[in-house]
């Protein structure tokens, strides 16, 4: 199996400081927690401190603490005997045991039970971990690289986690940067994942994004941080039309969509029979602000009436919107591009 690599793009101080912090804690074998909010990398960390310390030939084993529900997180991480428990069938190591040697990599530490804590510290503090269904504990040689995105000072003022076990896991503290905190890499990471997804669609060239898309990409928050940015940006390289201009349009949510299901309200009043839809009333002869009138009785070809309704649809918003484009697109939930296709659609440009 191919070694995986591991890439930091960036080229800001917080995210470089971040990383260069991750380079000397490694020297040492000493736990070590990284902060941060979802997709900023906490896992691609781990991997670093791993690589560059004295075990990079020793075992990285990752486990998703919140991954598991709270009755299998210690059969998980101590390992079990045969017998110990209903479906156990067999006598299975632990990922202590399958770490020694190497680097443990706890993910969503914050989510441990009190009790899968205080073993925790147990192994943490002698180098000892016993399986569960027995009285022999075993000597295991591992490094604990641990990550979550809540700040534990606050679970342990809760009492929701050890303080004891935090201050043995906390010798030394990386907190990783938001996307939105580092200045200046929005437009690095979208030329790396920009480059790399035209590559894999077979482009060419890469003919980057319009000063446009490049625009709406830095103002935009994101609170998926790089792994959102990484889907947005991926996306749009495939969906666009034409390889050879740059890139110019941009959905950040991809279910955004004038057909989305809609919310069920908490209560209906007058519901119509199943399998009917609720139709508006009209008084002489005039239909409810809001609403096309449609002779349902009278349609006789389904594609016609489909497309007549969203063609008097879009009629209807452009008038309203004095035929302003991209306010009609938003009124509409539509892209910019996504209208333009359905007006050329309908002869409507």
């Given at each position: 199996m191919a070694e995986k690599v591991t890439h930091?793009?960036?080229q800001s101080l917080a995210f470089l400081d971040?990383?260069?912090?991750?380079?000397?804690a490694a020297e040492l074998i000493r736990p070590v927690l990284v902060i941060g909010e979802r997709g900023t990398g906490k896992e691609l960390i781990a991997e670093r401190i791993h690589r560059l310390s004295p075990r990079w030939s020793g075992p990285l084993i990752v486990m998703n603490c919140a991954a598991l529900p709270e009755t299998l997180i210690e059969a998980e991480l101590f390992g079990h005997e045969a017998g110990a428990f209903t479906g156990a069938t067999r006598a299975r190591a632990g990922r202590f045991e399958e770490a020694d040697g190497g680097t443990l990599f706890l993910d969503e530490l914050g989510t441990l039970s009190m009790a899968a804590q205080e073993r925790l510290l147990r192994a943490v503090e002698y180098g000892e971990v016993t399986r569960i269904g027995s009285s022999r504990p075993l000597t295991v040689d591992v490094r604990i690289v641990a990550a979550t995105n809540e700040h534990l000072p606050d679970a342990v003022e809760a009492g929701r986690f050890r303080p004891d076990l935090l201050?043995?896991?906390?010798?030394?503290?990386?907190?990783?940067?938001?996307?939105?905190?580092?200045?200046?890499?929005?437009?690095?990471?979208?030329?790396?994942?920009?480059?790399?997804m035209a590559t894999e669609c077979r482009w060419p060239g890469w003919p980057g994004f319009s000063a446009k898309a490049m625009a709406e990409l830095v103002a935009y928050r994101w609170p998926g941080n790089v792994r959102e940015l990484r889907n947005v940006v991926e996306r749009a390289v495939y969906r666009w039309h034409d390889p050879a201009s740059p890139v110019d349009a941009i959905q950040f949510d991809p279910f955004s969509s004038p057909w989305q299901p809609k919310a069920m309200p908490a209560s209906r009043q007058a519901e119509p029979p199943s399998g009917e839809q609720p139709v508006p009333s009209v008084q002489n002869g005039a239909v409810p602000d809001g609403h096309i009138a449609i002779a349902l009785d009278d349609i006789t070809d389904f594609r016609t009436a489909v497309d007549a309704h969203e063609a008097a649809i879009l009629k209807r918003t452009m008038e309203r919107h004095r035929f302003n484009q991209r306010a009609s697109a938003k009124a509409l939930g539509l892209s910019y591009d996504q209208l333009r296709h359905c007006l050329r659609k309908h002869g409507l440009l």
């Open positions: 930091f793009v960036g971040a990383v260069e912090l991750a380079g000397r201050d043995r896991l906390s010798f030394e503290v990386i907190t990783l940067p938001p996307l939105r905190g580092r200045e200046g890499d929005v437009e690095v990471l979208v030329e790396h994942f920009g480059r790399r």
